[in-house]
């Protein structure tokens, strides 16, 4: 993970796929349970800046009945901001 020496887009990026990684470890029947959601909130970058990090649950289209995993941080105070997605399947 970059702290603050890296470049603010290795950070932004970092935190997001960190931010995607905890949101992709819900088991399959807790996906299912809270999509389709979303949420948003504040917190702080390595460096110490604030950011906003927003994920999202959403149903996919293709693959029909696959879960798409979006995670957005962004520095609106430089208009920066880096997204990161997966698309999860049901197991089996």
Same mark, same amino acid.
């Given at each position: %993970?970059?702290? #603050?020496?890296?470049?603010?887009?290795? =950070?932004? !990026?970092? %935190?997001?796929?960190? $931010?995607?990684? #905890?949101?992709?470890?819900?088991?399959?029947? =807790?996906?299912?349970?809270?999509? &389709?959601?979303?949420?948003?909130? $504040?917190?702080?970058? &390595? /460096?110490?800046?604030?950011? =906003?990090?927003?994920?999202?649950?959403?149903?996919?289209?293709?693959? $029909?009945?696959?879960?798409?995993?979006?995670? =957005?941080?962004?520095? #609106? /105070?430089?208009? !920066?901001?880096?997204?990161?997605?997966?698309?999860?399947?049901? &197991?089996?």
């Amino acid at each position: %993970m970059t702290g #603050a020496t890296g470049t603010p887009g290795d =950070e932004l !990026t970092a %935190m997001a796929t960190e $931010e995607l990684n #905890a949101a992709c470890s819900l088991t399959w029947p =807790e996906l299912k349970r809270i999509t &389709p959601w979303g949420d948003s909130f $504040e917190g702080f970058a &390595p /460096s110490g800046r604030t950011v =906003e990090v927003e994920r999202r649950y959403l149903w996919a289209v293709d693959p $029909e009945g696959a879960i798409v995993v979006e995670v =957005e941080v962004r520095d #609106a /105070s430089a208009r !920066t901001g880096v997204e990161a997605r997966a698309i999860l399947h049901a &197991p089996g």
